[in-house]
């Protein structure tokens, strides 16, 4: 049985406790993870350790020839020193291949990180004498859309702050994944609101600046609950406020909504736990939503609508239409409240 893959949480918690290996290799498609691992091994070493002992060098302009060199020196008033190489992605593999003879023979007072951010590795040789010589290897994987309630969830979690599953919901449409920015907005939220603090829609409306009726959580409330005149008014709201949600980020909360919707509608257990089961739910918070839709749409209904969110997406991203995003947006809210239920619909 495969070796479960090495989460970020648990990555950090070990540099953290200074439970340190010689041999690192970071690589993935989510950046900020790699960031925020470079962060931590950059402050491994005393302030008064770092001036001797830290080396950052960026791959593209470095002779890994001397890399190798500067990992073999001791230490100097410490007991390690830590090598950073960055935009390993950026490397020649040849050059990150001259570091294969050292992986295979690591000094243990080393720290050697090479990082490739956003890309895939290269350089066989040294991926192939660092796996065999045990080094760490951790691959950040991208956040995607279904994940991000819990992982904001979990977050303030650990912190030792509540979230209503609302208010979890609003931050995870009016940010998204931009996890830069998500943490940031969390880490205000905690320090503003404390630990032993519950997040709620209003404390998400007043410090993260999102409005707890006008969301993209509230309008894809109004569009299962198949109430136009709600779904309108925040479509308006939309437009007079530009900024306030992606248009990308309506488009995925939307089609997230009728792509689950149409889940539940062909599963065969359509109880509680059959349906969170087939939706990959862990809460039946969810499932309120998706039981409201069920009574107002078909199946043929949500294949329909399915049909124009993608249509409309492609369109509010300027592939064969110059219109307006906000009357497209308008479009589609009348689609989806009028859609017939035919298999092939004229719009």
Same mark, same amino acid.
């Given at each position: 049985?495969?070796?479960?893959?090495?989460?970020?949480?648990?990555?950090?918690?070990?540099?953290?406790?200074?439970?340190?290996?010689?041999?690192?290799?970071?690589?993935?498609?989510?950046?900020?993870?790699?960031?925020?691992?470079?962060?931590?091994?950059?402050?491994?070493?005393?302030?008064?350790?770092?001036?001797?002992?830290?080396?950052?060098?960026?791959?593209?302009?470095?002779?890994?020839?001397?890399?190798?060199?500067?990992?073999?020196?001791?230490?100097?008033?410490?007991?390690?020193?830590?090598?950073?190489?960055?935009?390993?992605?950026? +490397? %020649? @593999?040849?050059?990150?291949?001259?570091? =294969? #003879?050292? *992986? /295979?023979?690591?000094?243990?007072?080393?720290?050697?990180?090479?990082?490739?951010?956003?890309?895939?590795?290269?350089?066989?040789?040294?991926?192939?004498?660092?796996?065999?010589?045990?080094?760490?290897?951790?691959?950040?994987?991208?956040?995607?859309?279904?994940?991000?309630?819990?992982?904001?969830?979990?977050?303030?979690?650990?912190?030792?702050?509540?979230?209503?599953?609302?208010?979890?919901?609003?931050?995870?449409?009016?940010?998204?994944?931009?996890?830069?920015?998500?943490?940031?907005?969390?880490?205000?939220?905690?320090?503003?609101?404390?630990?032993?603090?519950?997040?709620?829609?209003?404390?998400?409306?007043?410090?993260?600046?999102?409005?707890?009726?006008?969301?993209?959580?509230?309008? +894809? %409330? @109004?569009?299962?609950?198949?109430?136009? =005149? #709600?779904? *309108? /008014?925040?479509?308006?709201?939309?437009?007079?406020?530009?900024?306030?949600?992606?248009?990308?980020?309506?488009?995925?909360?939307?089609?997230?909504?009728?792509?689950?919707?149409?889940?539940?509608?062909?599963?065969?257990?359509?109880?509680?736990?059959?349906?969170?089961?087939?939706?990959?739910?862990?809460?039946?918070?969810?499932?309120?939503?998706?039981?409201?839709?069920?009574?107002?749409?078909?199946?043929?209904?949500?294949?329909?609508?399915?049909?124009?969110?993608?249509?409309?997406?492609?369109?509010?991203?300027?592939?064969?239409?110059?219109?307006?995003?906000?009357?497209?947006?308008?479009?589609?809210?009348?689609?989806?409240?009028?859609?017939?239920?035919?298999?092939?619909?004229?719009?």
């Amino acid at each position: 049985m495969a070796a479960a893959a090495l989460t970020f949480e648990a990555l950090s918690a070990s540099i953290k406790a200074g439970n340190l290996k010689p041999v690192y290799i970071l690589s993935g498609d989510e950046g900020y993870f790699i960031d925020e691992l470079v962060k931590l091994f950059s402050n491994v070493l005393k302030e008064d350790e770092k001036e001797f002992n830290l080396y950052t060098l960026f791959g593209p302009q470095t002779d890994m020839n001397v890399a190798v060199d500067i990992c073999r020196r001791y230490p100097m008033m410490a007991d390690r020193q830590v090598v950073i190489i960055k935009e390993a992605q950026s +490397t %020649d @593999a040849r050059e990150l291949d001259k570091l =294969a #003879k050292y *992986m /295979r023979e690591p000094s243990p007072q080393t720290v050697l990180v090479v990082a490739f951010r956003g890309g895939k590795t290269k350089g066989a040789e040294m991926l192939t004498a660092a796996k065999k010589a045990g080094a760490v290897m951790f691959t950040s994987k991208p956040v995607y859309e279904n994940q991000l309630s819990s992982l904001i969830r979990n977050y303030l979690s650990a912190r030792g702050l509540n979230v209503h599953e609302k208010a979890a919901d609003m931050l995870r449409d009016s940010v998204g994944a931009n996890l830069s920015k998500l943490y940031n907005e969390l880490d205000k939220l905690v320090g503003i609101l404390g630990s032993g603090a519950t997040v709620t829609p209003e404390a998400v409306e007043q410090h993260v600046g999102v409005s707890k009726d006008y969301n993209a959580f509230e309008f +894809t %409330d @109004a569009l299962a609950a198949r109430d136009g =005149a #709600k779904a *309108m /008014r925040i479509a308006g709201y939309f437009r007079a406020n530009p900024k306030a949600v992606p248009f990308p980020m309506i488009s995925a909360s939307v089609f997230g909504l009728f792509s689950d919707l149409l889940v539940a509608q062909s599963a065969r257990d359509k109880s509680e736990h059959g349906l969170m089961q087939a939706l990959g739910l862990k809460s039946p918070w969810g499932l309120k939503r998706i039981r409201l839709a069920m009574s107002r749409y078909n199946a043929w209904q949500s294949i329909e609508i399915i049909r124009a969110i993608r249509a409309y997406d492609a369109q509010s991203k300027g592939i064969n239409s110059r219109r307006d995003p906000f009357d497209m947006l308008e479009e589609l809210v009348f689609r989806i409240i009028t859609a017939p239920g035919t298999l092939f619909p004229k719009y």
